[in-house]
C-alpha cells in the first residue's frame, strides 16, 4: 500500500485533480464547490491513494487522461486494488487478442470493466466475430464513446442476428465501417425493433437488408424513433400494412429522418382533411408525406454524417499533428476543433 509519508507532492495533485474532475465532470458539482472539496479532503485522498500499490499504477499503465480516471474508479474500483504486476497481465491479454495498446486504452476509458477478471468472454465473442467480417480491430478505437454504456453479449446477438438474416459479411462490414453507431448505439438494440416491425408490415429479409445497405444511417441517431413515429401515422389515418410496406420499399426518404408535425388529428386538422383523403394522396403519391405531414423537409442526402466517422478523421488528423492519443491534450483538441479531418487540413495549408 502507499503509505501517508510515501506519497508524492505530485502523486497529491494527481489525486486532488482526478477528484475535482469526478465532482464537477461527473458528478456535476459547481466548479467552486468540486474544486474546494477537491483541495480540503486530506483524510479521503489518503485513503484512496492507500488503496494503490503504487501511485503510478494506473496512469501509467495505461497513460490514461487524468480527466477519465473519476469514471473508471465509479465504475470498476477493483482495478484500482490490484497487486503490482496484475494490471500489465490483463492488458497483455488484450494485446494478444491482436489489439493495439491505443486501442486497450480507449476500452479501458469507455468500458473499465473490461480490466476485471479474465478477459471479458463476450468481448472476446465480438473480437472473433469482427475478425470473420474482417474488420481490422482497432476500428473499434473510433466507434466508443465513454459517454455510453456497452452489452458486448447484446452486440454479438445483434450481429449473429444480421448473420442470420443472410447478410454477406463483406456488405455488414461495409456497413459497420461506415455507420459505427449501427453497432454501437444502445448496442445494436434498435435493429430488434426495426426488423421486427418491418417484418411485421410484410417486407422480406432481402428487402430488409436492401434497406439497411442503401439507407444505413436509419439505424443511427433519431431515424429508427423518427420511422416508427411515421408508420404508425400511415397506420393511424387508416392505411393497410401492404401499403406501408409498399411506401418503406419504393420511397423510403420520404420518411426517414423527418420529425411528424405532429399527431394524426393535428395534422388532419391543420390539412383540411379527412383521413380517408389523406390516406389516398400519400398512397397516390409516397412523396407528399414531407410536405403534408412533416415539420421539417429533411432528406437522407444532406444529413451530416456519422459522428462517428468524423470523430475518426479528426484524431487521425490531429495525431498527424504530433498529439498524443487519448492525452488531456488530444480530448481538448478534439472538443475545439470543428469540422473533418480533410477539412482541417485544408483549411490549415497543409499537405495531405
Not at 43 to 71: C, M, W, Y
Request: hydrophobic content about 40%; overall charge positive; aromatic content about 8%.
Amino acid at each position: 500500500m502507499v503509505s501517508q509519508e510515501r506519497i508524492s507532492r505530485s502523486g497529491r495533485m494527481d489525486a486532488q485533480n482526478a477528484l475535482f474532475d469526478y465532482l464537477h465532470s461527473t458528478r456535476s458539482l459547481s466548479f467552486t464547490d468540486a474544486e474546494h472539496m477537491s483541495k480540503n479532503s486530506p483524510v479521503f485522498l489518503q485513503k484512496l491513494t492507500a488503496k494503490l500499490e503504487n501511485e503510478q499504477d494506473i496512469g501509467g499503465h495505461l497513460l490514461v487522461p487524468r480527466s477519465k480516471i473519476g469514471k473508471m474508479y465509479r465504475e470498476a474500483m477493483e482495478i484500482f486494488r490490484y497487486d503490482c504486476g496484475v494490471l500489465s497481465l490483463k492488458l497483455q491479454a488484450y494485446e494478444e487478442l491482436g489489439l493495439s495498446r491505443p486501442t486497450i486504452i480507449k476500452l479501458a476509458t469507455c468500458c473499465p470493466r473490461l480490466l476485471i477478471g479474465d478477459v471479458n468472454v463476450e468481448f472476446l465473442n465480438v473480437v472473433d466475430k469482427l475478425k470473420t467480417f474482417g474488420i481490422e480491430l482497432d476500428w473499434l478505437r473510433g466507434c466508443l464513446s465513454d459517454k455510453s454504456l456497452y452489452s458486448w453479449n447484446r452486440i454479438l446477438e445483434m450481429l449473429d442476428f444480421l448473420d442470420l438474416m443472410g447478410c454477406g459479411k463483406k456488405e455488414l462490414a461495409s456497413l459497420m465501417c461506415e455507420n459505427p453507431r449501427f453497432v454501437f448505439d444502445d448496442s445494436g438494440k434498435k435493429i430488434y425493433v426495426l426488423v421486427a416491425m418491418l417484418l411485421k408490415l410484410g417486407l422480406s429479409r432481402n428487402m430488409i437488408l436492401n434497406l439497411f445497405v442503401q439507407y444505413p444511417r436509419i439505424l443511427t441517431g433519431n431515424f429508427t424513433k423518427y420511422l416508427l413515429q411515421s408508420v404508425q401515422f400511415l397506420s393511424g389515418i387508416g392505411m393497410e400494412n401492404k401499403d406501408i410496406s409498399r411506401i418503406i420499399s419504393t420511397h423510403p426518404s420520404s420518411l426517414l429522418g423527418l420529425p411528424l408535425a405532429g399527431k394524426c388529428e393535428v395534422v388532419l386538422e391543420s390539412l383540411k382533411l379527412t383521413a380517408e383523403r389523406l390516406c389516398e394522396i400519400l398512397i397516390e403519391d409516397p412523396s407528399q408525406f414531407s410536405n403534408l405531414a412533416c415539420r421539417k423537409k429533411v432528406t437522407i442526402a444532406n444529413l451530416p454524417r456519422v459522428e462517428g466517422s468524423y470523430l475518426q478523421e479528426k484524431t487521425n488528423f490531429l495525431l498527424k499533428l504530433g498529439f498524443v492519443e487519448n492525452s488531456d491534450e488530444m480530448a481538448k483538441a478534439v472538443s475545439k476543433f470543428r469540422g473533418r479531418g480533410d477539412q482541417l487540413q485544408e483549411r490549415l495549408g497543409l499537405p495531405g
